[in-house]
């Protein structure tokens, strides 16, 4: 059974980074067949991707063009886990933020959800 | 910006059939497109329902079913339950990336 634990800071000061790592349990971030993905939703921008790492051979990175300057996402074998980096944040990144594992086009498992707030 | 379009909402009555849409802005939503399917209701985490066109997993309930209508990506509910009543969306692939539609939010009534 794939289950996804989230944990990071609900609170996160303006120009500053939004971290949060997702940790794996029932599967290995370096799966062959699995993707590991960053979403967010806020009321006024829904639901939306912003990237993922995967491992074919070696590590891949995607990014949503909406954040592609300031996101990085990294896996973490030794503690099984993947992480999010969001540099440079603004209120308009205020959202709850979810790790989810894609799995042969099947985002099947969701992590239970992060709500992070942007303010001073 | 690739966009996707979903009908912002749908009313339906019980026991009765409705199709959602999911349209992309660069063309015809195709198989290629990995077309997923979510549910999601009020303080919960999107349920996933569908992928890639139509495929589901087994506890997903015989009503729901998932195909390419007219170009489009497409969620049909046949023999709605009170329970349906929730947000609706898609995720398409564009070749490296996902785009999320806006969601439909689904009415029973």
């Known amino acids: 059974q794939v289950q996804l634990q989230q944990s990071g800071p609900g609170l996160v000061k303006p120009s500053q980074t939004l971290s949060l790592t997702c940790a794996i349990s029932?599967?290995?971030?370096?799966?062959?067949?699995?993707?590991w993905n960053w979403i967010r939703q806020s009321p006024s921008r829904g639901l939306e991707w912003l990237g993922r790492?995967?491992?074919?051979?070696?590590?891949?990175?995607d990014y949503a063009v909406s954040v592609k300057s300031r996101i990085t996402i990294k896996a973490d074998t030794s503690k099984n886990q993947f992480s999010l980096q969001l540099n440079s944040v603004t209120p308009e990144d205020t959202a709850v933020y979810y790790c989810?594992?894609?799995?042969?086009?099947?985002?099947?498992?969701w992590g239970q959800g992060t709500l992070v707030t942007v303010s001073s | 910006q690739t966009v996707v379009t979903q009908e912002p909402s749908l009313t339906v009555s019980p026991g009765g059939t409705v199709t959602l849409t999911c349209a992309s802005s660069?063309?015809?939503?195709?198989?290629?497109?990995?077309p997923n399917w979510f549910q999601q209701k009020p303080g919960q985490a999107p349920r996933a329902l569908i992928y890639?066109?139509?495929n589901k997993n087994s506890w997903i309930p015989a009503r729901f079913s998932g195909s390419l209508l007219g170009g489009k990506a497409a969620l049909t509910l046949s023999g709605v339950q009170p329970e349906d009543e929730a947000e609706y969306y898609c995720?398409?692939?564009?070749?490296?990336?996902?785009?999320f539609g806006g969601g439909t939010k689904l009415t029973v009534l």
């Open positions: 989810a594992r894609d799995q042969n086009w099947d985002f099947l498992h």
């Open positions: 029932g599967d290995s971030v370096s799966s062959n067949s699995a993707a």
């Open positions: 790492t995967y491992y074919r051979s070696k590590w891949y990175n």
């Open positions: 660069t063309g015809a939503v195709t198989s290629g497109y990995y």
């Open positions: 890639s066109t139509s």
């Open positions: 995720l398409l692939y564009f070749g490296g990336v996902w785009v």
